[in-house]
């Protein structure tokens, strides 16, 4: 019997099958089950995917136990200390660091494509000044897709390259229109004198009237926080970015799909409910009470940003935002931000309380990052945008590479039916 196997045997008719085990570069080996059904006739049954590997990739990898991270082989932390977010960009999308005649380059493309059509900027009229933000980005991101059709062939390396850095021009952009909008403000245009992180700010922040100077603390914990975001392997949203995305469609509407999903409360709209939740915890002395709601199995409520899927560790990221958080509000003279305050105590006691500690709950990347974008001036309900606006680049480097796959196929899981067997029509006088 070949070793790099598994058996799986039919008990019900002894028939069995021997199955491939690979083993990648680092990680969890795989069973390949695609002989399963053909030969076996069967289907495997993994809600929420937690055993199931649904590709190949050479992008990211996490180890959960470990809590470790890294963007094509680099640890997150030096990246996040070393490293810029277009420069990480680069290294997501091309697999390897640049040099810095790539990286301008890289940077002069990105420029090239910041201002959007104005067309598109009439799209946000439609829009009530209080629609959350991340509706706007479901709809502009995906409006793209209107004006980037005939011409992108998705089979062409070339329009998927011009696709890549077309977005991630734009989408900063889009960003913070979305804010000036709900504002009243007119639209602040791209300033491709600044690097990603202060034109980012400059949009968000300057107005027509005022001369704009970027800070520079905030535009480096801007460009931190848009490095720890950029991606995550095969997440919730970065898997909906792989599925629609399977079907050939538009590459900015799979991506205006990959929006949609980072935006539930268990993804990346997190960052927003932690916020939301650290309002109604109010003071320190209310934390126990919460923690016991948190643990109870008949309370909905939960931590959040506590827990991952994947990370029975502390998050890397989490680490790394805790530390700029200080940083960032000392710099500001808000270390006495009462919510930082409450975080730290938080997450002091809920780490050494047996439940978080048995489940292995630990912050994950949303616990800190409102707090320190709420210190920047980023209101709360356009924090996923930001986290968003990161997580573009990882749902393009993930696209692209399924893009050229050899194993691409249409993603079609199946189901164990559970319904109604074959019956025949009644006439309503016959119900
Ligand atoms: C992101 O996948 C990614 O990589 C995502 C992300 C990325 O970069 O793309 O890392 C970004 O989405 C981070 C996660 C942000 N979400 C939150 O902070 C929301 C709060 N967290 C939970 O809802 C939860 O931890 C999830 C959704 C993150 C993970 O859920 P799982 O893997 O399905 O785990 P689970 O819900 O089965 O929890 C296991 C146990 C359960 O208890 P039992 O039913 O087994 O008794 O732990 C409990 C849960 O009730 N639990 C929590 C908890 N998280 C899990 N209890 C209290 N508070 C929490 N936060």
């Known amino acids: 019997m070949a070793k790099n196997t598994v058996t799986i045997t039919d008990n019900r008719n002894g028939n ?3 199955l ?12 390949d089950i695609r002989g399963l059904y053909p030969e076996l006739g069967l289907f495997t049954l993994d809600p929420g995917y937690k055993s199931t590997a649904a590709c190949t990739s050479r992008i990211t990898f996490i180890d959960g136990e470990k809590g470790i991270l890294l963007y094509r082989g680099y640890p997150i932390e030096q990246l996040a200390e070393q490293s810029n977010f277009t420069e990480t960009a680069y290294l997501l999308l091309k697999g390897e660091l640049p040099t810095q005649e790539e990286l301008d380059g890289f940077n002069g493309l990105i420029r090239k494509h910041s201002m959007v059509h104005e067309q598109l900027l009439h799209l946000y ?3 009530r000044r209080d629609a959350h933000p991340m509706a706007i980005m479901v709809g502009v991101v995906g409006a793209l897709s209107a004006f980037y059709h005939d011409e992108l062939n998705i089979h062409d390396q070339q329009d998927r390259e011009r696709f890549a850095v077309r977005l991630l021009g734009k989408v900063a952009t889009i960003a913070a229109a979305s804010y000036k909008h709900a504002l009243g403000q ?5 300033d491709n004198s600044l690097d990603y992180a202060g034109n980012l700010l400059k949009m968000l922040f300057g107005v027509p009237a005022e001369k704009y100077e970027v800070n520079p603390i905030l535009s480096k914990a801007l460009d931190k926080i848009l490095i720890l975001h950029a991606d995550h392997e095969q997440n919730a949203s970065t898997s909906t970015v792989r599925l629609a995305g399977s079907t050939g469609a538009n590459p900015f509407a799979a991506i205006s799909a990959g929006i949609g999903a980072l935006w539930g409360p268990l993804h990346g709209g997190a960052n927003e ?16 009470k919460f923690i016991k709601r948190a643990k109870s199995p008949d309370d909905p409520f939960r931590l959040m940003g506590f827990g991952h899927r994947v990370y029975r ?8 935002l805790r530390e700029e958080a200080k940083k960032v509000l000392e710099a ?3 270390l006495e931000d009462p919510r930082f305050k409450l975080a730290l105590e938080l997450e002091r006691i809920a780490l050494e309380d047996e439940y978080f500690i048995e489940k292995k709950l630990y912050p994950n990347v949303d616990f800190y990052s409102g707090i320190i974008e709420s210190a920047m001036g980023i209101p709360t309900n356009m924090f996923t945008v930001m986290f968003a606006l990161s997580r573009c680049v990882g749902w393009i480097a993930q696209w692209k590479e399924m893009m050229v796959d050899p194993d691409l196929v249409i993603g079609r899981p199946r189901q164990l039916y559970e319904g109604a067997g074959p019956r025949d029509y009644l006439s309503i006088e016959q119900r």
Do not use: C, W
């Open 20 to 31: 491939p085990i690979q083993q990648g570069t680092a990680g969890p080996p795989v069973v």
């Open 313 to 320: 560790n502390h998050d890397p990221r989490a680490r790394v």
């Open 186 to 190: 007119p639209f602040v245009y791209p």
């Open 273 to 288: 409910a932690v916020l939301a939740m650290l309002a109604e915890i109010g003071d320190v002395k209310q934390v126990p």
């Open 125 to 127: 009229q439609g829009f």
């Open 16 to 18: 069995s099958l021997e």
């Open 332 to 334: 500001l003279g808000r």
